[in-house]
């Protein structure tokens, strides 16, 4: 082979090395990707919390939402109550211990009777009362703030459970049927419920709306489930109990509340039900 043709022969070899070698092949395969870590699961997190704005007293142009108040019917029914007196005053909703022919209240394996002490003329409050008390919860005194977490708390569908709901604002809450009253009320949105279900809120009516310092804002007394809105009685009725020669006496010894967090509200109703500061109610029709 001639000189030239070695050279031409070399010089074909390396365009060959370049083209297959080289970093711009046409139609060759990009290089893949680097593959994902596999990341531990996150449970879900609460929505960011909502801005804050002042809320208005209650007013007769708050809008109005009826409620028919029937009683347990011919079997029984369950609801929720908690502590407001180490002495055995519990507070609930009416329409839970209204028409009851015999009420109880379940302390760990037993039931213990309770009685109807007090019945509010217009909201869907009650107090009873038992021969033992339990750690009471402290009412809240703080200015409800549109957009704030609360925290309901008791059993829903008669099995323990809590929901984190935000504060929307006012209405007005106008029961029928066994008894008859309006009353303010706070409209939340419902966030998330612990531990996590589907359905209705029904058992939880009683049980106490928690802000964010463990102090009770109001009483759980309805639900919208369509909308995913619940409704709790407003605070100014239930600090108009509280006092000499109220329903509510002052005085009582206060256990310390237990802050509540959205990411932390379900064990903080363990823990309230562990100490029976909230407990269910069951009652028996006539």
């Known amino acids: 082979m001639g000189g030239l043709d070695r050279l031409?022969?070399?010089?074909?070899?390396?365009?060959?090395?370049w083209a297959f070698f080289g970093e711009e092949r046409e139609g060759a395969a990009p290089p893949p990707a680097p593959r994902a870590q596999s990341l531990p699961f996150q449970p879900q997190a609460a929505p960011p919390p909502a801005v804050l704005a002042p809320l208005p007293p209650p007013s007769p142009r708050d809008p109005v939402f009826e409620v028919i108040a029937d009683g347990p019917g011919g079997g029984t029914s369950t609801g929720t109550a908690f502590s407001v007196n180490a002495q055995g005053l519990w507070l609930t909703a009416r329409?839970?211990?209204?028409?009851?022919?015999?009420?109880?209240?379940?302390?760990?394996q037993r039931w213990v009777r309770a009685t109807v002490a007090w019945a509010h003329p217009n909201?869907?409050?009650?107090?009873?009362?038992?021969?033992?008390?339990?750690?009471p919860l402290a009412l809240s005194e703080s200015a409800p703030l549109r957009g704030m977490d609360g925290y309901?708390?008791?059993?829903?569908?008669?099995?323990?459970?809590?929901?984190?709901?935000?504060?929307l604002g006012r209405a007005q809450m106008q029961a029928r049927g066994l008894f008859q009253g309006r009353a303010p009320t706070l409209e939340w949105a419902e966030v998330r419920r612990a531990p996590s279900f589907r359905g209705s809120l029904g058992g939880i009516s009683g049980g106490p709306l928690l802000d964010g310092e463990g102090r009770v804002?109001?009483?759980?007394?309805?639900?919208?489930?369509?909308?995913?809105?619940f409704s709790t009685a407003a605070p100014e009725t239930l600090l108009a109990?509280?006092?000499p020669n109220r329903p509510i006496p002052l005085g009582a010894a206060r256990t310390p509340p237990?802050?509540?967090t959205p990411g932390g509200f379900g064990a903080v109703a363990d823990q309230l039900r562990g100490r029976l500061s909230i407990a269910q109610v069951l009652c028996q029709a006539r």
Do not use: K, W, Y
């Open 258 to 260: 237990v802050p509540v």
């Open 123 to 135: 909201a869907d409050v009650a107090l009873l009362r038992t021969q033992n008390g339990s750690p």
């Open 8 to 17: 031409a022969f070399l010089m074909l070899i390396m365009m060959a090395l």
């Open 241 to 243: 109990m509280a006092g």
């Open 95 to 108: 329409h839970v211990v209204q028409g009851c022919g015999a009420i109880g209240l379940r302390e760990r």
């Open 152 to 167: 309901g708390m008791g059993f829903p569908q008669g099995r323990p459970g809590a929901v984190h709901g935000r504060l």
């Open 217 to 229: 804002l109001g009483v759980m007394v309805a639900e919208e489930p369509r909308r995913g809105r």
